[in-house]
């Protein structure tokens, strides 16, 4: 993908196991229809920067129905001009007014942060987040975390710096209804910032170690 790729309203991508995607410097996928991407354990999906090794940007969904299983993404969110929330920077996974389901899910090694999700639903179980510029960000979402890992936030470099790298960043309650966010059975480890920032969210949290 070398430059801006949309899925119209109406159509499904989907991405087969063992799919490799490369993407050119700051290149996006605007997701108006849905993405269905079946990676395996033995075949996942790969989402990465092309042979030029420049970060690449993101996949902006604007409706839902959208799914990742078994997926990596690195190297992404580098393009500072569409930067997302108080970390300004872009997420490699964006999203507003949408739903979308991400299980066995691995975003490491980004310029950017991992998430950016606004008035949405995002469910993510056994995922793991680790080196990018924050793990995300959730303004009036509804974020549901199940046996998740957030490490290495943003690096492992071991020099404090603290420049708003959060684990996660929870804003306001869901816009949606009184639903809670709920962080279950989930480990955050080695960030330079909060764990988890808490702004006026409603959060429940199960059995998660910080």
């Known amino acids: 993908i070398s430059d801006e790729v ?29 993405v269905s991407c079946k990676g395996t354990r033995e075949n996942p999906v790969v989402f990465s920067s092309d042979y030029s090794g420049l970060p690449w940007g993101e996949i902006d969904h604007r409706s839902s129905g959208s799914e990742y299983r078994y997926t990596f993404f690195t190297n992404g969110g580098g393009d500072g001009s569409r930067s997302f929330g108080h970390s300004q920077s872009q997420p490699v996974l964006r999203g507003t007014g949408c739903e979308v389901s991400f299980d066995h899910v691995y975003i490491f090694n980004n310029p950017g942060k991992a998430f950016g ?35 290495d936030i943003p690096n492992d470099d071991g020099v404090e710096f603290d420049d708003d790298n959060d684990c ?43």
């Not at 899925?7 to 993407?23: C, F, K, R, S, V």
């Not at 469910?123 to 199940?146: K, Q």
């Open 117 to 151: 999700f606004s008035r949405s639903e995002v469910h993510m179980d056994s995922c793991l987040i680790s080196r990018c510029d924050t793990g995300g960000e959730f303004e009036l979402t509804l974020a549901n975390f199940t046996n998740c890992y957030f490490m």
């Open 168 to 210: 996660l960043y929870l804003v306001m309650p869901w816009a949606g209804g009184d639903s809670p966010t709920v962080l279950e059975n989930s480990v955050f480890i080695e960030g330079k910032d909060d764990g988890i920032d808490h702004n006026g969210a409603n959060v429940r949290s199960e059995e998660h170690t910080s």
């Open 6 to 34: 949309t899925i119209p309203a109406g159509n499904e991508l989907t991405i087969q196991p063992g799919t490799i995607i490369e993407l050119s410097e700051n290149a996006r996928v605007i997701v108006e229809g849905r």
